[in-house]
């Protein structure tokens, strides 16, 4: 960090295409917090890459069943999830922890892994960033529901800020009795 703070002191240049440690006076005179929020803007957290979205604005919420569907030819709701995501107006919506699962179902390292987190990049999944704002109604949520992990509780959650949207899965189990903290059913896309 020392290193850094004198760096932009000094003027040096830390990256050479952008205007962070420019030596202009008024890049200078900012502060380390704010330089070091314009170094860091292509990190991934949730805040950066997803743009603000209203609460009304959510159409589509996605599951990890649909988005390993949507990726992996060889999973058994591969042409559910086609015909029913192709269709869906981008972008569809989902929360950090739903991207993680599916991407250990899909295996780690794969050109499967690759071409969602490209869908991220590209803004065709948008990351919704719940926590640690909403967590603690996620963790009543998985009070309530025994069978209901964190990621499905992220989205139920998300469902509930989001009336208006539709949640697509293919856990029948976990969603079909399921009602948010306010009570409502939630609107589901499911497999037949």
């Given at each position: 960090m020392?290193?850094?703070?004198?760096?932009?002191?000094?003027?040096?240049?830390l990256?050479?295409?952008?205007?962070?440690?420019?030596?202009?006076a008024?890049?200078?005179?900012?502060?380390?917090?704010?330089?070091?929020?314009r170094a860091?803007?292509e990190?991934?957290?949730?805040?950066v890459?997803c743009?603000?979205?209203?609460?009304?604005?959510?159409e589509?919420?996605?599951?990890?069943?649909?988005?390993?569907?949507?990726?992996?030819?060889?999973?058994?709701w591969h042409?559910?999830s086609?015909?029913?995501?192709?269709?869906?107006?981008l972008?569809?919506?989902?929360?950090?922890?739903v991207?993680?699962?599916?991407c250990?179902?899909?295996?780690?390292n794969?050109p499967?892994?690759h071409?969602?987190l490209?869908h991220?990049?590209?803004?065709n999944?948008?990351?919704?960033?719940l926590?640690p704002?909403?967590l603690?109604a996620?963790?009543?949520?998985?009070?309530?529901y025994?069978r209901m992990?964190?990621?499905?509780?992220?989205?139920?959650t998300?469902?509930?800020?989001?009336?208006?949207?539709?949640?697509?899965?293919?856990?029948?189990?976990?969603f079909?009795?399921?009602r948010?903290?306010?009570?409502?059913?939630l609107?589901?896309?499911?497999p037949?």
């Amino acid at each position: 960090m020392r290193r850094f703070a004198a760096r932009l002191r000094h003027g040096t240049r830390l990256f050479p295409n952008s205007r962070v440690g420019h030596s202009c006076a008024r890049w200078r005179a900012a502060s380390r917090s704010l330089m070091w929020r314009r170094a860091t803007g292509e990190c991934s957290t949730g805040r950066v890459i997803c743009r603000p979205e209203r609460a009304m604005d959510l159409e589509t919420i996605v599951d990890a069943g649909p988005l390993i569907g949507w990726f992996s030819a060889r999973d058994q709701w591969h042409d559910w999830s086609v015909a029913t995501l192709a269709p869906r107006r981008l972008p569809l919506h989902t929360t950090e922890i739903v991207v993680g699962e599916a991407c250990w179902h899909l295996g780690g390292n794969t050109p499967a892994v690759h071409a969602l987190l490209d869908h991220v990049r590209a803004g065709n999944v948008m990351l919704v960033h719940l926590w640690p704002e909403a967590l603690a109604a996620t963790q009543q949520l998985m009070l309530r529901y025994d069978r209901m992990d964190a990621a499905d509780a992220s989205l139920v959650t998300l469902a509930e800020m989001c009336p208006k949207a539709t949640l697509i899965t293919t856990d029948r189990r976990d969603f079909v009795n399921c009602r948010g903290l306010r009570n409502r059913p939630l609107r589901l896309i499911l497999p037949e």
